[in-house]
């Protein structure tokens, strides 16, 4: 834990080194950001409730997922890159050290601009989410699921670039996927689309089922997002580890 | 007792067009501790593969090995603590940060006290003569101070083995001149086994005692420097320098390769002629006003070596 504690500040200390470019990242993703907060507010203002989901609801999920994609994109920013860093061969100075490779790999990389997202979405909660102490224990944990799936989901998508070859082109397929459907609530889907949300592209466990967990709590929901963190999760490590054995490693020149 | 075991040892590479690439095949060797041992070849021979499987980056697709005790793709872990590793195209330290940023790091990593990693950042900025370049951002360092600094991170948690591939690769000559002292000092102070790979001849000569030759992934060629020089060489280069002008040189197995009005270089063909026939000839022949007998340089007994057919 220590070096993975000492991997992170160092990965805090290489994005703070250049505070104009951190600041300027962070600052531009939050107005990104709140421009889609805008939109929907808009949006819902003209067309009123849709299957179920009004405005109130709407930024709550949008709360939880730029949370959790700060989480998983910004602060274990390596989680999208490790497909291509196994295809570039890049994992080699990794592998020297007396380190979990995984581990080392999601602690030692910040992205400033997802950051943005992570300081975004509490605030966005705090303002619009309805925080109660037993709502703002259930953004934690459904926001923290929501990362767990995403991280492990697009760990697992890299890794096959160990098995079928490529720079982690699945990867960034299923990052733009994963994102961009978590964007709307699940209930916008249906039929073959919502099964794929649960499965092949698990948007719905990334934002619709954790705001369903602050909205309206259960256990079965609960445990299902739960659930879902642990498959991932356990998928990504898993897959990741098998794809080890193939790792090529590769003559770039680079900066590991 | 040995710090390094390979046994038959293979590793091929599937290629996207399903061609299957032998990059080491069957290697076996083996290395004793506090040795210096250079492991050379051409581009594509199977150098940097067999390195990377010796580190634990790499799994051999058969065969085996032990380094320090431990089989580096099982046991990577519990070998990284005991091995140090510098690839002069890879880098151990954080771009943005300081070197020492970086040190704290490993320090953290390789579970040394806050003491410990002090006295030894110490001991190694003073050996290495690097000390005023850890505070400056890596980023901002040469090439040859940021070696400097990567030899010192890959020697923070003591290593017995020090595993070196091709360190000094864009380094000036002084900087080169400089690194191949450091190697030296640090396997006799520290007794620490130095396997290294280099294209750069100097590296071979100064460093290493013992040379491995692997070309086409195979080993074609180990023993002393030394003994590697003299015996795969059938030539001898002489330097005369007469104190009146010659005329032609017609001696046999003798060839000029170099003349000015009074200067020779000559190559001798050991096998045509001894060395001792050559210079009563020359002696008796002309007016000699100093000779010398070289060996040819390294690069053409690597050359010869490398040269030879594939298996």
């Not at chain 1, 979405?121 to 459904?142: D, K, N, S, Y």
């Not at chain 2, 499987?53 to 085996?64: C, E, K």
């Not at chain 2, 000569?205 to 795969?232: P, T």
Request: glycine fraction near 8%; hydrophobic fraction near 50%.
């Amino acid at each position: 834990m220590r070096a993975l504690a000492a991997t992170w500040c160092s990965a805090w200390l290489d994005a703070w080194a250049n505070r104009r470019s951190f600041w300027t990242q962070l600052v531009v993703m939050t107005i990104n950001d709140s421009v889609w907060v805008l939109f929907w507010i808009l949006f819902f203002h003209r067309i009123g409730e849709v299957r179920g989901w009004d405005t109130e609801k709407m930024l709550l999920l949008f709360a939880i997922l730029t949370t959790a994609a700060g989480i998983a994109l910004g602060v274990f920013a390596n989680a999208r890159k490790v497909g291509q860093l196994a295809g570039d061969g890049e994992l080699d100075a990794t592998l020297t050290l007396p380190v979990d490779p995984l581990a080392h790999l999601l602690a030692r990389r910040i992205d400033p601009s997802l950051i943005g997202d992570l300081a975004f979405g509490p605030i966005l909660f705090a303002l619009a989410g309805g925080p109660t102490p037993e709502r703002i224990a259930l953004f934690i944990v459904g926001s923290l699921c929501g990362a767990i799936v995403l991280t492990g989901f697009l760990i697992a998508a890299g890794s096959l670039t160990l098995f079928v070859g490529g720079r982690g082109e699945q990867a960034d397929l299923a990052f733009q996927a994963a994102l961009i459907l978590a964007s709307y609530p699940i209930d916008f889907f249906g039929g073959v689309t919502k099964i794929l949300l649960f499965t092949a592209v698990p948007a719905a466990f990334i934002s619709s089922l954790p705001a369903e967990l602050v909205d309206s709590f259960t256990f079965q929901t609960t445990a299902t997002l739960l659930g879902s963190a642990a498959f991932f999760s356990l998928l990504g490590i898993a897959l990741f580890r098998l794809g080890m054995r193939r790792y090529a490693s590769g003559a770039v020149w680079t900066r590991a | 007792m040995l710090a390094i075991e390979v046994d038959r040892l293979t590793k091929s590479f599937v290629l996207p067009s399903k061609r299957i690439v032998e990059a080491v095949r069957a290697i076996t060797l083996s290395v004793e501790q506090g040795e210096r041992l250079a492991y050379i070849g051409p581009n594509g021979a199977g150098k940097s593969t067999s390195i990377k499987i010796l580190t634990g980056i790499l799994h051999p697709t058969t065969g085996d090995a032990q380094v320090l005790g431990f089989v580096p793709w099982r046991q990577r872990k519990e070998l990284a603590r005991n091995i140090g590793v510098l690839f002069g195209q890879r880098s151990q330290l954080w771009f943005q940060l300081t070197p020492m940023q970086s040190y704290k790091l490993l320090g953290a990593i390789y579970g040394l006290s806050r003491e410990e990693l002090e006295r030894r950042i110490d001991e190694y900025g003073s050996l290495l003569e690097a000390a005023a370049l850890f505070d400056i951002p890596v980023r901002n360092l040469s090439l040859g101070q940021r070696m400097r600094c990567e030899l010192t991170a890959s020697l923070l948690h003591s290593p017995r083995v020090l595993f070196l591939d091709e360190p000094t690769i864009g380094l000036d000559l002084v900087a080169k001149q400089r690194f191949r002292e450091l190697i030296v000092r640090l396997n006799e102070h520290k007794g620490t086994t130095v396997f290294l790979t280099s294209h750069d001849v100097s590296d071979i000569e100064q460093v290493a005692k013992r040379v491995i030759v692997i070309n086409h992934g195979q080993i074609i060629y180990d023993d002393k420097v030394s003994v590697m020089k003299r015996s795969l060489l059938r030539t001898k280069l002489m330097e005369v320098r007469f104190d009146e002008p010659p005329g032609a040189i017609d001696i046999d197995g003798v060839q000029v390769l170099k003349s000015t009005d009074m200067g020779f270089k000559l190559s001798v063909d050991t096998e045509a002629r001894s060395i001792k026939h050559v210079l009563d000839e020359l002696l008796d022949r002309y007016s000699v006003g100093d000779i010398s007998v070289l060996d040819p340089p390294l690069e053409e007994v690597i050359s010869k070596i490398y040269e030879t057919p594939r298996r």
